[in-house]
Each structure stands twice: as structure tokens, then as C-alpha cells.
């Protein structure tokens, strides 16, 4: 799929970057059902009109895992992914309409110019005590 990277470490998926010139049809999902992120792109005609809708949850939901999603708005941003051990897996540069899903493992922003992102992550947040390990 075209404006889609798939970063691996091993087996394991790391991250998926999504680049300002993505190309779908109708629509697509990049995340398979049990990610905790479900990350789908829509590219529709005009007068399409998607039922409406509420999404029930009959049952909690376990989520194991932590991800985040960053989406450059403005400038350009250095992502460096790494291990849990703090070991370099890849760089990546992104740039106005980019975006991540990062998916496991840790990660490190460089901001390269002035830059806005958006960022978007599952909570309720507790504090940076309770939810991050930091890298040295």
C-alpha cells in the first residue's frame, strides 16, 4: 500500500508510518482487530454517507499494551525508536501530514523546526511515575 511503512524489530512490530501522500481506497485499516489502535483511512466520493452509529461496548475491554499516535501538523520531527533495553531500532523523519503509530518498544522526538503534532494516546493518564520507563 502505497504512503504505508511497516517498522519491525525481530517479529515484533514496532511502529507504522503514515506519509502525507497516502493512497487508499474507499477504505482501508493498517491495524489488525486486536490492536488496541484501530487506524483506518477513509478516501470516499462526494455524497457517500456512512450509517449512523454509536459504539456499544457489551463487555470491558483488556487492553496490555500502550500505544500512541503522533500526527505532524506543522514543521518536521525526528522519531528514534528503541528497544526496551534503550538499544537504536530506526530513525524516522517526518513532515507536515505525516504520521506514527507507535506501536511497542520506546521512542524519542528530535524537533527539527518549529513543529506542531498531535498526539494521541489511551488513558486515563496517571502520571509519567506510573506509565513511563524512561531511557538513558
Known amino acids: 500500500m502505497k504512503g504505508v511503512g511497516k517498522i519491525f524489530h525481530g517479529k515484533k512490530l514496532i511502529a507504522i508510518v503514515f506519509k502525507k501522500k497516502l493512497q487508499v481506497k474507499e477504505l482501508e485499516f493498517f491495524t489488525d482487530n486486536e490492536s ?8 470516499r466520493k462526494k455524497g457517500v454517507k456512512l450509517i449512523p452509529h454509536v459504539h456499544h461496548l457489551k463487555k470491558p475491554i483488556i487492553i496490555n499494551s500502550l500505544q500512541e ?9 525526528l522519531v528514534t525508536l528503541y528497544t526496551e533495553k534503550g ?14 503509530l ?5 521512542h524519542g522526538v528530535d524537533f527539527l523546526e518549529d513543529s506542531q503534532i498531535f498526539e494521541i494516546k489511551q488513558g486515563p493518564f496517571l502520571s509519567s511515575h506510573h506509565s513511563k520507563i524512561f531511557l538513558k
Open 102 to 106: 507507535l506501536v511497542e518498544d520506546g
Open 36 to 43: 488496541p489502535f484501530q487506524i483506518g483511512a477513509h478516501n
Open 87 to 100: 538499544e537504536i531500532i530506526q530513525k524516522i523523519t517526518l513532515k507536515s501530514g505525516d504520521s506514527i
Open 69 to 77: 499516535w503522533l500526527l505532524v501538523t506543522k514543521g518536521k520531527i
